[in-house]
């Protein structure tokens, strides 16, 4: 079967690397994330697995046409009634590829026509129809609309989001609280440093712990998903695609399924005991983001031993470690503006200061999403990495404190 899981802009090729992994029978890169062809179990083993992925979703159909007019038609042509059952609910969203854009007049149309083909198909063959649901579809579709890569005209291709949730939601975030990176693309930044996953784990901006909170899934293996596997192993309810058609047909998978579950609970519940003192360092001026830290560390059942937390400005911290350090940290950057704050340009000035002067043998990666922030740090850049922080072009920046 064909998969496609997206993750945010500029690490495609961390993803691949998970990807590899797995040994899938064909991989491809492309813009946003990788197509891969898999059997169902292992796209699902993927699923829980990876850290860096916003989404996976299943191939589920595929039509060639020329223009809006035909869409309908041509979209009538994917067999709907062996996919979905009559009583199901579905919601419709379209992406347009870059190259078409201008061609259509805009993507809620295109998915009105992709539901009227659906529901009618089924009002011919089976007299009854599935429902729309905006807020909780057992089918959240999406069509993607391309240029055919053979014939004139487009490519659409319909794909079933797996989870209907975006995979940054681990569960132990805490509840209204949004943090300024989401828990994906942490984990994908701290795969494109050189982290030993031995060394201590540092992040003197630290807000609610998003860095500390995945560089611990990731220094202990455990998956990203364990909250939700554990509510499952808890018969706490299901996963969505556990009650999608094309998992029920599949008589194969439940039990080797249920079985990768145990064995990612089992894993963690080894884990959380080898924790050791001091593993992470949070700091931040912050009480209340602290606060937040605390609490999702105690909903993961962490032992508090391994979490170290300072209250202090971030250009006053000192290391308070056993070994050496990675730090990687986003700093405050307010709202963008044509002329940077000089507030923030004196904390970057001095946070770099600080980094040069205490931390020395250290590696620090600070994220950047504003040229003048990285100029006034007085420390020389080794490495640079571009990436999308939501619609936010950003940079990784490395710097070696010798």
């Not at 061609?103 to 149309?109: C, T």
């Not at 047909?249 to 399924?257: A, G």
């Not at 200061?353 to 850049?381: C, M």
């Amino acid at each position: 079967m064909n998969f496609f899981a997206s993750c945010p802009r500029g690490i495609e090729e961390v993803l691949l690397k998970e990807a590899n992994h797995l040994n899938f029978e064909y991989v491809d890169v492309t813009r946003g994330g990788i197509n891969f062809k898999s059997s169902p179990l292992k796209a699902i083993t993927f699923l829980f697995e990876t850290r860096v992925a916003s989404r996976v979703f299943k191939e589920i159909g595929s039509f060639h046409f020329t223009s809006d007019k035909d869409l309908y038609k041509s979209a009538r042509e994917i067999p709907w009634t062996k996919i979905l059952n009559p009583n199901d609910s579905l919601k419709i969203e379209t992406i347009l590829s870059r190259e078409i854009k201008r061609n259509f007049k805009n993507s809620h149309f295109i998915s009105l026509l992709l539901k009227d083909a659906i529901v009618d198909e089924f009002k011919d063959k089976a007299g009854k129809r599935p429902s729309i649901d905006l807020e909780d579809p057992l089918y959240p579709l999406t069509l993607r609309i391309e240029p055919h890569p053979s014939k004139k005209g487009y490519r659409g291709i319909v794909v079933l989001d797996l989870m209907g949730t975006p995979l940054f939601k681990r569960g132990y975030r805490v509840k209204g609280h949004e943090a300024p990176i989401k828990e994906n693309l942490a984990s994908g930044l701290l795969l494109l440093t050189d982290w030993d996953r031995k060394s201590c784990l540092v992040d003197p901006f630290c807000g609610s712990g998003t860095f500390l909170i995945e560089g611990t899934f990731l220094r202990h293996q455990i998956s990203p998903l364990i909250l939700l596997i554990k509510k499952r192993i808890e018969e706490k309810g299901t996963f969505l695609f556990e009650n999608q058609k094309w998992f029920q047909k599949d008589k194969e998978i439940k039990t080797p399924l249920m079985n990768l579950f145990k064995e990612h609970f089992a894993h963690y519940q080894n884990a959380i005991q080898n924790f050791q003192v001091g593993e992470v360092v949070a700091n931040d001026i912050d009480k209340r983001s602290l606060n937040y830290l605390v609490e999702s560390w105690t909903t993961l059942n962490f032992p508090r031993k391994a979490l170290r937390i300072e209250n202090v400005n971030a250009t006053m911290f000192t290391p308070k470690k056993e070994n050496k350090a990675l730090i990687i940290t986003n700093p405050p950057y307010g709202i963008r503006l044509e002329a940077p704050d000089k507030n923030l340009l004196k904390l970057y000035h001095d946070f770099g200061e600080n980094l040069r002067t205490k931390w020395k043998g250290d590696v620090a990666y600070i994220v950047s999403q504003d040229p003048a922030f990285r100029k006034a740090i007085p420390l020389r850049t080794s490495q640079r990495t571009h990436f999308f922080n939501g619609p936010l072009e950003c940079s990784l920046l490395r710097y070696d404190l010798s």
